[in-house]
């Protein structure tokens, strides 16, 4: 199959400014079906740091956007849409609701390709967009359901919902996670870091993703473990400002901005503890990571967080300051009870969240499209 895909930061992630799950996520899915024979396209932003005209297999096309928070996205997936016209495809597969609002036009003008659409999150909860912004996600949340030949749900909370609000079956396919060995130390010793001496977060510094609240709460812990977040601010902005105020109030507290490759793959596999405390997630493929190194996940409770864990975590209520601190405490009390959960975690994800799964049941999808 010929399979172009839309919607994302651009792959390889480590080279894309502000990547996030949805990058992580293509960067597999693309890698996997491409080693299953298929010829795979991804359009790319411009500005990414990889200039390469092919990455594993996948062959990238660059394309320029309208480097703004409101018309990045769109304007990037517009040039990839009108782009797409003119190849030759079988399948044009959008990610995010944001795109999915111009996968009408292929519906319209490339009728012999089938079109696909990946709902990974309901993005207008996020606090970042303006009212008009969170109006259009809301907007690409209908389309991302009505306009595609098929569309792919990352959780079953998102399953659910689409079903209930635009009363129709969608794809279950979730986010995934390769299943890591041991990992080497020399990464950690740079950032001055213990195995299995701090705790973790990882995600883009948006306010959705409360690691204010994860830092406050982490104040009123006693003890000396340093707390690591590992992430960027997409755009420039107040949140990210706060977080490092409050992390220059307890020395404690490591923001180390971006990382990738071996940097963070040794992060998580010496982390203690695993801390995801976002307000809104479609299925975290950072959970998911965390689960596959054998950690525990001390998460909000939101339904798609739940989902994932299968009693391996351990939740607090989303946003609740003194909840969070009791669940730290419990865990730093109890070593026992996060290798034994840990252990759990690493199951569930091999059996659940394993990329293979995710990527044999996207190829036989599009196989099944093509030949209705």
């Not at 997936?77 to 044009?92: A, G, P, R, Y």
């Not at 990352?154 to 996670?177: D, L």
Request: glycine share 6%; hydrophobic share 40%; proline share 5%.
């Amino acid at each position: 199959m010929r399979i172009h895909i839309i919607g994302s930061k651009g792959i390889p992630s480590s080279s894309v400014p502000g990547a996030g799950g949805i990058e992580r996520h293509v960067e597999q899915l693309a890698k996997g079906l491409s080693e299953k024979g298929n010829r795979v396209f991804v359009y790319t932003r411009s500005h990414s740091e990889y200039d390469k005209l092919t990455w594993n297999g996948v062959r990238l096309i660059r394309l320029p956007s309208i480097r703004t928070k409101n018309l990045e996205a769109i304007s990037h997936t517009f040039l990839s849409t009108l782009h797409v016209l003119f190849q030759d495809t079988d399948i044009i597969h959008y990610h995010g609701v944001g795109p999915s609002t111009l996968a009408w036009i292929p519906r319209l003008f490339k009728r012999k390709a089938k079109t696909v659409c990946t709902f990974h999150n309901r993005d207008w909860f996020d606090s970042k967009w303006s009212k008009p912004a969170k109006l259009y996600l809301r907007f690409g949340e209908w389309c991302a359901v009505r306009f595609p030949h098929a569309t792919i749900a990352v959780s079953h909370t998102i399953q659910v919902f689409c079903r209930t609000k635009f009363k129709k079956e969608v794809h279950y396919i979730p986010n995934g996670a390769d299943m890591p060995g041991p990992q080497g130390t020399s990464e950690l010793a740079a950032f001055g870091l213990e195995p299995n001496n701090y705790l973790l977060g990882v995600g883009r510094l948006l306010p959705r993703k409360a690691y204010d609240i994860a830092i406050e709460a982490y104040r009123r812990v006693p003890g000396d473990m340093p707390l690591v977040i590992v992430g960027e601010a997409t755009h420039e902005g107040d949140y990210a400002e706060k977080l490092h105020a409050l992390a220059a109030k307890d020395p404690r507290v490591r923001l180390l901005g971006y990382q990738s490759g071996q940097a963070l793959k040794q992060l998580f596999a010496h982390c203690y503890a695993f801390v995801h405390p976002s307000q809104a997630e479609g299925l975290s493929v950072s959970i998911i990571e965390a689960m596959a190194s054998a950690k525990v996940v001390i998460m909000s409770n939101i339904e798609e967080n739940l989902e994932l864990v299968d009693h391996s975590g351990l939740a607090f209520e989303t946003d609740n300051i003194d909840a969070l601190r009791k669940a730290y405490e419990l865990v730093l009390s109890d070593p026992e009870m996060v290798e034994q959960r840990g252990k759990r975690a690493r199951e569930v994800a091999r059996r659940e969240y394993s990329w293979s799964r995710v990527i044999d049941k996207t190829d036989a999808l599009f196989k099944d499209l093509i030949q209705t």
